[in-house]
């Protein structure tokens, strides 16, 4: 029981996303003070991607390209897959989940791969790690495009989703340029990165609580929870298991059918089955400047959370396995 309760723990920083919550939800931010922290957190999301590309060694990069079925499965799964299976649940709009939440659940589907946990649970099972930071990276690059467009195909302005074009030119300006001046910038910080690695990683996180303060905020103040009713919440949790729980199954046997060796395997089906909150948070940000934030990105914060349980418990069995 003990060692059970270890592993569906919540880990330090779920705690934190809801003690986040929990403080939007009763001392939101208002009038000027609300603009100033919306100028605060763009300013660290800029940040935020501009380490993110300082991070990301060129080598990896080279050593990883060349294993482009690999590539275009794990994107496949991401992009493709996911949007699919986050259709399957129109059904529930308007009955178990409210609007808003459903545009989160296919926002959720249309995410891109998380980078540093994808990798931590290849690496953990014993898996192809070079190709899952090309890979996951990769998927992180790509979603500055894709994300919008896929959004915009499944649920068209609905949320008050912006138009794609300017949403992918706000996206680009405030994640990938940071990201790229920052990978450019490499060969003179890399090792202040590195010596700095603990640091930074509190800096991700303190991000993401930031963006969730103030799009929960935001979103209590436009009535989030008078307006959504708790059995929407939980269908929401429900939904987020039911992903998953369908998703890895199918990524796994689909890279058994395509002939993939085991540490292959592992990488697909490690970075295929995630999304990223890092990435997430700040993107609904631009994307849903105006509309139903905090709902809007609830799923993909639940979702977060169970992906790592269920990640971790799948990992060490791998690693069992090896």
């Not at 689909?254 to 970075?271: H, M, P, Q, S, V």
């Amino acid at each position: 029981m003990t060692r059970w309760w270890s592993r569906l723990r919540p880990d330090n920083f779920t705690l934190a996303l809801l003690g986040t919550v929990l403080l939007a939800s009763f001392l939101p931010m208002h009038g000027a003070a609300a603009l100033v922290l919306d100028d605060v957190t763009d300013v660290a999301i800029a940040a935020l991607f501009f380490l993110h590309g300082a991070r990301l060694p060129r080598e990896s990069i080279v050593a990883g390209l060349l294993h482009w079925r690999l590539h275009l499965t794990i994107l496949a799964c991401t992009f493709v897959l996911f949007p699919l299976l986050g259709m399957g649940f129109k059904p529930l709009e308007g009955w178990l989940l409210t609007p808003e939440l459903f545009i989160g659940v296919l926002f959720l589907c249309a995410l891109p791969s998380t980078v540093q946990s994808s990798i931590a649970f290849t690496s953990l099972a014993r898996g192809n790690v070079p190709a899952a930071v090309v890979s996951a990276s990769l998927s992180s690059i790509l979603g500055v495009f894709l994300t919008p467009l896929l959004l915009a195909l499944l649920a068209g302005t609905a949320g008050g989703m912006h138009n794609p074009g300017e949403a992918i030119l706000g996206i680009m300006l405030q994640l990938l340029v940071p990201f790229v001046v920052g990978h450019l910038l490499r060969p003179w910080i890399a090792r202040w990165v590195e010596r700095q690695r603990a640091l930074l990683r509190y800096t991700d996180q303190g991000t993401i609580l930031l963006v969730v303060y103030s799009a929960f905020g935001e979103a209590v103040n436009e009535g989030l929870w008078s307006k959504t009713p708790i059995l929407s919440l939980l269908a929401v949790a429900v939904v987020a298991a039911v992903l998953l729980g369908v998703a890895m199954p199918l990524i796994n046997l689909l890279a058994r059918k395509l002939g993939f060796n085991r540490e292959d395997r592992i990488t697909i089906l490690f970075c295929g089955s995630k999304k990223s909150l890092a990435t997430g948070v700040p993107m609904a940000k631009i994307l849903f400047a105006g509309g139903s934030l905090g709902a809007i990105v609830l799923p993909i914060m639940i979702y977060h959370q169970i992906q790592l349980i269920v990640c971790a418990v799948v990992a060490q069995r791998y690693a069992r396995r090896a």
